[in-house]
């Protein structure tokens, strides 16, 4: 299950953002079991913090990998609230996703900010899901490519390993819209990012690193989105809720055109 233009194994991320109470984890072991009848595709749940220790039991023996939705720039210290990077790794988390927009929006996180954390979850041993994208303002201004490529440039540390990166494009006025960009803007942007990357990591390296579509990804619409050239897998919120509605993504993911 590779995305046609890159040959890259295609990642399936779900963010579960707030939502979740315990009894949610069925939802994890009932992915798991749906997953064994599906081949290829590396999938990644992002819990709430306060479920992620338990995710990673519930996946046990499955192919999900759990994942954090944020940490902190530092190892440990006086940071109420937060969540650092080596502690994701201590209780089995393996990814998680940094800069997403809504941290962006309701935390103030700056691009040195989010370079930062991307820098500390390296250093840790976590692999990043780097989220950027345009607001609707700039999209209908024109320029998105521009300065969404020099977001994903400005949030990349010097010190990342690029076997470690993967770029999630999300447009913002997408996310939780229902509304989604034509396939013509989706490849648009994926086509300057892989650029973007090319220039920071040379175009074999960069060739490796895997470039998601966010925002409002679902049943209906996967597998049009993951037939855009230059998808390489979907990081999906409100449709990866339901293990039966994030297996049939996963699923449309394998579907060859
Ligand atoms: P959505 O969220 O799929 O609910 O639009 C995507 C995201 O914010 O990662």
């Not at 759990?66 to 109420?80: L, P």
Request: net charge neutral.
């Amino acid at each position: 299950m590779t995305s046609e233009n890159s040959k890259l194994t295609r990642l399936l991320a779900g963010n579960w953002k707030m939502n979740g109470l315990r009894a949610a984890l069925a939802e994890i072991r009932a992915l798991g079991r749906g997953l064994a009848e599906v081949q290829g595709a590396e999938v990644v749940i992002c819990p709430p913090a306060t479920l992620a220790a338990e995710a990673v039991k519930a996946a046990e023996g499955t192919r999900i990998a759990i994942g954090g939705q944020d940490c902190h720039t530092h190892r440990s210290g006086a940071f109420t609230g937060d969540i650092s990077a080596p502690m994701l790794r201590d209780i089995g988390a393996s990814y998680v996703i940094l800069g997403h927009s809504e941290r962006r929006q309701y935390h103030a996180e700056t691009d040195a900010l989010v370079a930062a954390k991307v820098s500390a979850a390296c250093e840790a041993g976590l692999k990043v899901i780097l989220c950027v994208g345009e607001s609707e303002a700039v999209r209908a201004e024109g320029g998105a490519e521009t300065l969404v490529a020099a977001q994903l440039d400005a949030g990349i540390p010097e010190d990342c390993r690029p076997e470690d990166l993967s770029v999630a494009y999300e447009p913002i006025w997408a996310i939780g819209s229902g509304r989604t960009p034509t396939a013509a803007q989706i490849a648009g942007m994926h086509s300057a990012l892989r650029v973007a990357l090319g220039s920071r990591f040379g175009g074999d390296v960069s060739a490796k690193i895997r470039i998601l579509y966010g925002g409002s990804v679902n049943p209906g619409n996967a597998e049009a989105i993951l037939a855009v050239p230059g998808v390489d897998g979907a990081l999906v919120g409100g449709a990866s809720l339901k293990a039966a509605d994030f297996l049939a993504i996963i699923r449309a993911a394998g579907v060859r055109r």
